[in-house]
């Protein structure tokens, strides 16, 4: 495995143009994880940055974002429950930490004043429209907070500012994290942008069309004009883009899929009432991360978020999720939004991983690197990232556990037959959540009997026995493009021996047990 | 193609038999008999599909990832034979 450190080399401009002709490091994609990784190598420069990403960041996660700081409130039954997930969850508590130096750094470079930094506390609700998942999640985030001692405490639903629910969808238990909050992910992206122009690394408003260099390294990219920019290092961080962009140069089968987590959220003007002061939201929710409200300043609210697993990377919206938004943000969180005034509709692609972790390494050609797959928090997570990111491309030694190294099996956390519990528990609140009507003599276990069957068929049709996330069977069941990439991906490690399996590690990156 | 080879029709048969449970059915199964009216399921066609591209070692072009590619052993074979070309 590659693992040149830094050549100092300076830039080198084409004759007359702006454009480099040459870097130390070529960053492709402006989202989160590409511009803080800029910032940091900027910071401790180390030699020439150039950022490839078009401005209008469109199909980008980083640009949809609510960016929540959450780790706690992200906590779901599955967070904890295995090494590996707790590796991964750990990732978000030392990002946690990183963040009120990203955000000292960033504070001259806001482009308005209205504060970065939106809120720093979140209050959790749990009401009944989200069925049993709910309830067992709302259980594992306090039980986190509780091993990892952090504050919390149990409130009165209605002493939450701001939250003024419909009767029958209140919350009839609540708790306030102090110390998670959120932050301006379009204000952040764009004090990056200014910070980074500031430090002298160049940004380009263009895209890469592919990588250059053998199958043994990596030497250049090419511009969707042509322009060649030679580089000691790529890093790809292109987001649901990047595992195209790695395929231009190497096509590796068994590098891991990811899959467009096609997100939609929306930012509205506050027309009356009592503005909300904190993050309010659910637990994470079926197959996707809950409702939530997330202050904005300046008297815009961020209501979200859909997640749905699509084959077409786009930056479409559906009616339905329009609908469910906009519905369940009166319903459940402040029945006056129903005047708030639209300023933006928000809509990206999470970088979804088959088993769900991150992908940040080493390629196997010299001089390429990749980091991506971040699914639902890599806005908070970029800062740690950068740091990890910057220190491998220095030749030091990086701070993030192993395990998410990008040319690996995936990761086993589950058994089939506790994926095909999770797949009917993810279905059912689901089912509730979106409000779906079943003939009155037909149970609940009447439909957990139908989602378990389609399960345990889905299984049964792709033959494969990797336990799969409730998301990716959803996606691989729905769909024949969605079946084959699974199958086909998963059958490369047939009759070799097994998939990883978590291992031995229980610290993640920064040991806060 | 030797004359003792299966045509791809018929291997196309065997599989949808196998795949879709129609051993009972298989003598009166037509060429065009439409698959999804003798109970094929979005589940099955997935099962289908993936053994479709095993045995005959091919990768269906993503257009033909589609209901109306898999209705019928001919629409099936048609898709198989240019994939193979
Ligand atoms: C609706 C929604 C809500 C979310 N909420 C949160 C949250 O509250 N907290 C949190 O931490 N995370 C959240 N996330 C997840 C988070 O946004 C992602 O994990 C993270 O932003 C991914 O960052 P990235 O830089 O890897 O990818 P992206 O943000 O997708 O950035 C990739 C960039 O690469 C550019 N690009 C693509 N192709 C090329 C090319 N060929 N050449 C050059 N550039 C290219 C794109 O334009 C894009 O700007 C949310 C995501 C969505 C969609």
Redesign the pocket.
């Known amino acids: 495995m590659s693992n040149p450190t830094m050549r100092s080399s300076d830039l080198v401009f084409a004759a007359g143009a702006k454009r480099p002709t040459k870097a130390d490091v070529v960053i492709?994609?402006?989202?989160?994880?590409?511009?803080f990784l800029a910032d940091e190598l900027v910071e401790r420069q180390v030699g020439s940055v150039v950022v490839?990403?078009?401005s209008?960041?469109?199909?980008?996660?980083?640009?949809?974002?609510?960016?929540?700081?959450?780790c706690f409130g992200e906590t779901t039954t599955e967070s904890l429950r295995t090494n590996a997930a707790r590796t991964r969850f750990e990732l978000g508590i030392s990002a946690h930490d990183k963040w009120p130096e990203t955000l000292r750094r960033l504070d001259e470079f806001a482009p308005s004043d209205r504060p970065l930094q939106t809120t720093t506390e979140s209050h959790i609700i749990l009401n009944s429209v989200g069925a049993e998942l709910d309830t067992v999640n709302f259980a594992a985030i306090i039980d986190a907070l509780d091993q990892y001692d952090k504050p919390w405490k149990e409130i009165d639903p209605t002493d939450i500012p701001g939250y003024n629910p419909r009767p029958e969808s209140r919350a009839l238990r609540a708790i306030h994290l102090p110390t998670e909050g959120?932050v301006d992910?379009r204000g952040v992206l764009a004090s990056l942008e200014r910070r980074l122009r500031h430090g002298g690394a160049i940004l380009l408003d263009?895209?890469?069309?592919r990588l250059v260099g053998s199958d043994e390294e990596v030497t250049a990219v090419e511009l969707d004009d042509g322009h060649l920019i030679e580089a000691g290092t790529v890093v790809v961080?292109?987001?649901?883009?990047?595992e195209s962009?790695v395929r231009t140069v190497f096509d590796v089968p068994d590098l891991m899929p990811t899959f467009p987590?096609?997100?939609?959220?929306m930012i509205a003007k506050r027309t009356g009432g009592e503005p909300f002061t904190s993050v309010v939201r659910t637990p994470n929710r079926g197959f996707a991360?809950g409702l939530?409200v997330?202050p904005q300043g300046g008297g815009l609210e961020y209501y979200?978020?859909?997640?749905r697993l699509v084959h077409t990377i786009s930056s479409v919206t559906w009616m339905a999720d329009v609908r469910f938004l906009a519905q369940y943000s009166m319903q459940q969180l402040d029945e006056r939004a129903a005047t708030h005034e639209v300023t933006k509709w928000?809509?990206?692609?999470?970088?979804v991983t088959l088993d769900g972790f991150p992908l940040v390494g080493w390629m196997p050609l010299s001089g390429l690197y990749l980091?991506?797959g971040?699914?639902?928090?890599?806005?908070?997570?970029?800062p740690l990232l950068a740091e990890h990111v910057a220190n491998e491309l220095q030749g030091k030694s990086g701070i993030i556990d192993s395990i998410f190294q990008p040319i690996r099996k995936p990761v086993a956390t589950r058994t089939v037959e506790s994926s095909i519990d999770e797949y009917v528990t993810h279905s059912l609140a689901a089912w509730f959540e979106t409000g779906a009507q079943a003939a009155p003599q037909m149970t609940t276990s009447q439909l957990t009997d139908y989602y378990r069957n389609m399960a345990v068929q889905t299984y049964e049709q792709l033959g494969v026995d990797y336990a799969l996330g409730p998301d990716i069977l959803w996606y691989a069941q729905g769909n024949l493009h969605g079946a084959r990439r699974v199958a086909r991906y998963l059958r490369t490690f047939k009759g070799d021996g097994d998939v990883d399996q978590p291992t031995g590690a229980t610290t993640g990156t920064g040991g806060t047990r | 193609m030797p004359a003792d080879q299966p045509s791809v029709a018929d291997t196309v048969r065997s599989l949808v038999t196998q795949r879709l449970n129609l051993n009972g059915y298989s003598q009166d199964l037509r060429p065009d008999d439409n698959l999804w009216s003798l109970g094929m399921t979005s589940l099955t066609c997935l099962g289908l599909m993936l053994s479709i591209e095993d045995t005959f070692e091919i990768e269906l072009p993503e257009e033909a990832l589609k209901e109306s590619t898999f209705r019928s052993i001919n629409t099936i074979s048609a898709a198989v034979e240019s994939s193979r070309k």
């Open positions: 492709i994609g402006n989202g989160a994880l590409g511009m490839v990403g078009p209008h960041r469109d199909t980008g996660a980083s640009q949809a974002a609510g960016a929540m700081l959450g959120a992910a263009q895209t890469v069309r961080a292109a987001g649901i883009h990047s962009l987590g096609l997100g939609f959220a991360c939530h997330v979200g978020a859909t997640n928000c809509s990206g692609n999470r970088p980091m991506t971040t699914y639902r928090d890599g806005f908070h997570c970029a």
